[in-house]
């Protein structure tokens, strides 16, 4: 599975942007996918996570009510919704897959990762 995140970019704060994590491969459609991000000098944290169907997820508590991850099988796609954005909210924002079916905040858990989009939020 090759997966490529884009969407990324500079705004403000308040504003809202959308990432697009675009996979390769069928079986994309059976995998749970997670989006987790690094900010400058921090280490990976979890952000969200969603199921094979797109019928269930999971958020960090500290973007539950801003940010709405989603899927669409058809295309191969997952998608992280974030508005309200924060300053705190920068960081590098990378998607992974993870071949069971279930989400997980654990990192460890996602066989694949993509390259990750930069999301800069200025104050």
């Known amino acids: 599975v090759q997966l490529q995140a884009s969407g990324g970019g500079l705004v403000q704060a308040g504003d809202s942007l959308r990432l697009s994590c675009a996979a390769s491969g069928r079986t994309f459609r059976r995998y749970a996918m997670g989006w987790f991000r690094q900010a400058p000098g921090k280490e990976r944290e979890f952000v969200a996570a969603?199921?094979?169907?797109?019928?269930?997820?999971v958020y960090a508590d500290s973007v539950k009510g801003r940010f709405t991850i989603s899927r669409d099988n058809a295309k191969n796609t997952v998608y992280l919704s974030m508005n309200s954005l924060k300053p705190e909210d920068t960081a590098v924002y990378y998607c992974?897959?993870?071949?069971?079916?279930?989400?997980?905040?654990?990192?460890?858990?996602?066989?694949?990762w993509g390259q990750g989009t930069l999301v800069t939020v200025s104050s």
């Open positions: 969603i199921n094979w169907s797109g019928g269930s997820s």
């Open positions: 992974a897959a993870d071949t069971r079916p279930e989400p997980s905040s654990s990192e460890i858990e996602y066989d694949y």
